[in-house]
């Protein structure tokens, strides 16, 4: 059975980097595709980004600019880093991974909190 | 604001049965498979109901899927104490400037009252 863990600050200062690392265990990370999530305080579900297994990477259009999604094989795991955070970017990040297009396989959510 | 439009409550007794509704557009549900996933705060999300109306293994069949058009549906009957969660829907948007992406519904609160 795949499981995520997710893993980082849970406190980043405005203007600074979020960086996250999503740790996945009971499967290679070679074998599936991998996303970035996020829910903001009272909000639902937002999609940040995606690296195939390849390696190519595709993200939400609102973020793009301020999103880098990195596999480590050799650690199996994947990393999320967004730039320039604000409060607005305040929110549990989730990883998740799958085959295709669905998500199997979610982490527990990780809190990250925008203040200086 | 969410691509994909859902109900932000919907409440029933145990025993009963609920639908969620989730409504987009021609380049995202219309043209692409619609998935829905259950969330208790706190836990990790869970993959209910994949391509419109399959079930994961695990998943009961009390929990159904389908769509028509640009609008999909999930349905559950039998509701227990233990569905009370939150359920998103999502799925591929085709929009042609932004290369593909994924989309969700800002999620719909389900009480079993």
């Known amino acids: 059975q795949v499981q995520l863990q997710e893993s980082g600050p849970g406190l980043v200062k405005p203007s600074e980097t979020l960086s996250l690392t999503c740790s996945v265990s009971?499967?290679?990370?070679?074998?599936?595709?991998w996303s970035w999530f996020r829910q903001p305080p009272g909000k639902g579900l937002e999609w940040i980004g995606h690296?195939?297994?390849?390696?190519?990477?595709k993200f939400n259009p609102s973020l793009k600019s301020r999103v880098t999604i990195s596999l480590d094989t050799s650690k199996n795991q994947f990393s999320l880093r967004l730039s320039s955070v604000t409060a607005a970017d305040t929110a549990v990040y989730f990883c998740?991974?799958?085959?295709?297009?669905?998500?199997?396989?979610w982490g527990q959510g990780t809190l990250v909190t925008v203040s200086s | 604001q969410s691509v994909l439009t859902q109900p932000p409550s919907v409440s029933a007794a145990p025993g009963q049965m609920v639908t969620i509704t989730c409504s987009g557009s021609?380049?995202?549900?219309?043209?692409?498979?619609v998935s829905w996933y259950r969330h208790v705060p706190g836990t990790a999300p869970t993959l209910l109901i994949y391509?419109?109306?399959k079930r994961p293994s695990g998943i009961p069949d009390r929990f159904s899927g389908s769509k028509s058009g640009t609008s999909a549906t999930l349905g559950i009957t039998g509701l227990q104490t233990g569905d009370e969660a939150d359920y998103y829907c999502g799925t591929w948007d085709n929009s042609l400037s932004a290369g593909g992406f994924w989309v969700f519904g800002g999620g719909t609160k389900l009480t079993v009252l």
């Open positions: 009971g499967g290679s990370i070679r074998s599936y595709d």
């Open positions: 391509e419109n109306s």
């Open positions: 998740a991974g799958g085959g295709g297009r669905d998500f199997d396989y």
């Open positions: 690296t195939y297994g390849g390696g190519s990477t």
């Open positions: 021609s380049s995202n549900i219309g043209n692409n498979y």
